[in-house]
C-alpha cells in the first residue's frame, strides 16, 4: 500500500470505531468535503460534521475497500449500515469517495452516493415520491446543515 491509501484506510479504520478524532487528524487544515447533502464543508466543519454523525450513530456498521490510487488522487468505496430518524428506518448507503492527499493529510474529499436511493430509505413514503425533486433535496440539505452548525455552536 502507498502511503496515501495507508492515510485512507487509516481514516475509514477510525470510521468503522467510531473514532472521530482520528478521522478528523487525516484532513489538512484547508481541507474541503462535499456529498449530496453536505455540499462545500471547509476543514472545520468536516471535522465536526464527523464528529456529529459518529456521536449519533449508535448502530452504525460500516464496510470499505480502497479501491485505487494515481498519485495524490485515492478512491475508495464503502457502504453505510444504520438507522435513520425518529422512526428508525434502516438505510444502506453506498457511497464511492474521491481524496487528494498532499503531505499525508487529505486536502479534498467528495463522496457520491444515489440521493433518491438514500431518501427512499431514509424518508420512506415522501422520500420515494419526492426524493429525485430539487425541493426535497434542498430541505434535506439546509436541514443537515441547521444541524451542524447548531452541533458547532455547543
Known sequence: MTPNEDLIQHFYTSFQLKDYRGMQGC??????FSDSVFINLNANQTRAMWQMLISRAKDLVLEFKVVSSNGN??????????????????VR??????FEVVDG?????????????????ALGPMGLLLGWTPYLQNKVRKT???????????
Open 27 to 32: 484532513y489538512a487544515d484547508h481541507a474541503t
Open 73 to 90: 488522487q485515492v478512491r475508495a468505496e464503502w457502504i453505510a449500515h444504520y438507522t435513520f430518524g425518529p422512526i428508525k428506518r434502516k
Open 93 to 98: 448507503n453506498h457511497i464511492k469517495a474521491e
Open 105 to 121: 493529510k487529505i486536502v479534498r474529499h467528495i463522496d457520491h452516493f444515489n440521493f433518491h436511493t438514500w431518501t427512499r430509505q
Open 144 to 154: 443537515a446543515m441547521k444541524g451542524l452548525n447548531d452541533f458547532m455552536a455547543k
